[in-house]
């Protein structure tokens, strides 16, 4: 178990999601709704594009704690709320996500991580949180 403080804040990771992670993702989990894959079917939903699967850019986001854990059976839980969605064009660059992590509370063997999602300029996540096991 990792030892930490409040205030403590963990290394970035940045994460590009291209199109084809988008097909990959969706025959993983079922999730072939079309505003994952269509332009067209985004537009005609008011969406600036093809966006991201939500729980694909959540499992994504929490990568920045468990990463950092020895084991990841250290987080025992781990909420977000989706603000913006992140929109991933039809080229080789794709959309680039940047995580970050902080310690906020730390109590009892637990410590709480806020995490934030950065697409651009915009936050794509709010009040993400990991609590995981501390010593």
Do not use: C
């Amino acid at each position: 178990m990792k030892t930490v403080e409040a205030g403590f804040e963990l290394p970035p990771l940045t994460v590009t999601f291209r199109r084809e992670d988008l097909v990959r993702y969706a025959g993983a989990s079922g999730d072939f709704n079309p505003i994952h894959w269509s332009d067209r079917m985004a537009g005609a939903l008011g969406l600036p594009g093809v966006i991201a699967h939500g729980m694909l850019t959540m499992a994504t986001a929490v990568r920045v704690v468990t990463d950092w854990l020895d084991d990841p059976a250290d987080l025992v839980e781990y909420g977000v709320r989706f603000t913006k969605p992140v929109v991933v064009p039809d080229d080789d660059k794709g959309a680039s996500v940047t995580f970050s992590a902080k310690a906020d509370k730390v109590a009892d063997g637990l410590a709480e991580f806020d995490i934030t999602a950065i697409a651009g300029e915009e936050k794509v996540l709010g009040r993400a949180r990991a609590v995981v096991r501390v010593s």
